[in-house]
């Protein structure tokens, strides 16, 4: 029923910048929030950011002050501003939204909860 669909990706040197966009189409849910995640090699999924229907903004630890993400309630896409990479940083990005209980909701940081995934990014960054 609903599908996600990354772009953006590719391979960057450290201390450059990428902007990652996600398209949500096949009738998502209301009010739904709007999430990355990634997930390195050998690692479990990392949750990166999210942003529920009103505008508010979530970030991993590992990402706050340099990514940025944003959506667009009309088009349900989703966009991901990455600064500043590092070698860190290089995994496959993935989109996903879900419903969480109202426009205001918090989104979960539990990337086992959330209802639908795309096919993922790949972001390389050399060192």
């Known amino acids: 029923q609903v599908q996600l669909v990354e772009s953006g990706g590719g391979l960057v040197q450290a201390g450059d910048s990428l902007r990652l966009s996600c398209s949500c189409s096949?009738?998502?849910?209301?009010?739904?929030?709007l999430g990355w995640f990634r997930q390195a090699p050998g690692k479990e999924r990392e949750f990166v950011a999210a942003?529920?229907?009103?505008?508010?903004?979530y970030y991993g630890d590992s990402v706050k002050g340099r990514f940025t993400i944003s959506r667009d309630n009309a088009k349900n896409t989703a966009a991901l501003q990455m600064n500043n990479l590092g070698p860190e940083d290089a995994a496959v990005y993935y989109c996903?939204?879900?419903?969480?209980?109202?426009?205001?909701?918090?989104?979960?940081?539990?990337?086992?909860?959330?209802?639908?995934w795309g096919q993922g990014t790949q972001v390389t960054v050399s060192s």
């Open positions: 996903a939204t879900s419903r969480f209980g109202s426009m205001r909701a918090i989104p979960s940081r539990d990337p086992g909860v959330w209802r639908y």
């Open positions: 096949g009738r998502p849910e209301s009010a739904n929030a």
């Open positions: 942003i529920n229907w009103a505008h508010t903004t």
